[in-house]
């Protein structure tokens, strides 16, 4: 469990994203790994643990229609989930819009004369 | 074939299996130190050990994914479950990120500090027990005594994991 909410870490982020609709733990796996292009393969641990924490703190719930209880368990994030991811969007979004300034100075570079 | 060890580090222990397996015997059950083996094809299985939240169990969901992935429960023994995995299936692991390796790792240590403390309580009552001349005690104050040394020196080594993880 990440000591602090904010920033996510990778697999909180993924996992949330993963969850905007019902989905299973499999489906979670499956789903991080194909928006990763196979860079992210979620251990069953590290997903179970996730997800018990983000019920804990409400940002995802069960899902179910009706109580059948042969079927798979589904998650689905939350009002407060969503609320987070988009905190979290934000935060990306002003670190990404910042990293352009580097573009900005480009020919003016430092020139490191070897000595 | 059954063989006794006594481990409190699981990353050893996990090797220990693994090496097992290596030699064609998959663990099939575990008691009290009494680990029982089953043959196998040699390399078979990846077994992989876990720390879950309460003693002897493992909810529906954590049931429902494991097997979802192909990995199998073999054994509930206190907070431990040892899970494995057919090899073929690929590299098994549990824990992917430091996140959840280091909150792994801190609750075992935790575990590991909290029995090691309740022993060293119980060893100091054996030891009042040998004072009063009760020579029994003996026996019992060596074991825990060594059970409680253990358990220090085990958690020393998961704090040694987790400050190298804190690193990286």
């Not at chain 2, 790792?105 to 060893?123: D, F, H, N, P």
Request: charged residues 25%.
């Amino acid at each position: 469990m990440p000591e602090k909410e904010t920033p996510l870490t990778e697999a909180f982020f993924y996992i949330l994203l993963a969850v905007r609709k019902p989905n299973h733990g499999y489906g979670i796996i499956q789903e991080v790994e194909e928006l990763t292009n196979g860079r992210m393969v979620l251990g069953p641990g590290t997903l179970y643990g996730a997800l018990q924490t983000m019920q804990k703190r409400a940002w995802i719930q069960i899902y179910s229609l009706e109580k059948e209880s042969r079927k798979k368990k589904q998650y689905i994030i939350t009002r407060m989930g969503r609320h987070v991811f988009e905190e979290e969007r934000k935060r990306l979004e002003e670190l990404l819009n910042n990293a352009n300034l580097m573009e900005e100075n480009e020919d003016d570079q430092v020139q490191i004369i070897p000595e | 074939m059954i063989k006794f060890r006594l481990y409190l580090n699981k990353d050893k222990e996990t090797e220990w299996l693994n090496s097992m397996v290596r030699k064609g015997w998959a663990l099939t059950g575990f008691k009290l130190g009494f680990y029982t083996f089953s043959p196998c094809e040699p390399g078979e299985y990846i077994y992989q050990i876990d720390f879950g939240d309460k003693l002897y169990f493992a909810s529906e969901e954590y049931r429902e994914l494991m097997s979802d992935v192909g990995a199998e429960i073999v054994v509930l023994w206190g907070w431990w479950i040892i899970l494995r995995r057919k090899a073929a299936e690929g590299p098994f692991e549990l824990y992917t990120d430091r996140e959840s390796m280091i909150e792994h790792y801190t609750k075992i240590r935790q575990m590991l500090i909290a029995v090691g403390i309740i022993e060293t309580v119980c060893m100091l009552m054996q030891v009042m027990a040998l004072i009063q001349g009760e020579m029994i005690a003996v026996f019992t104050t060596v074991l825990l005594s060594a059970f409680a040394v253990g358990c220090a020196k085990t958690a020393y080594e998961m704090e040694k994991v987790i400050s190298r993880l804190k690193q990286e």
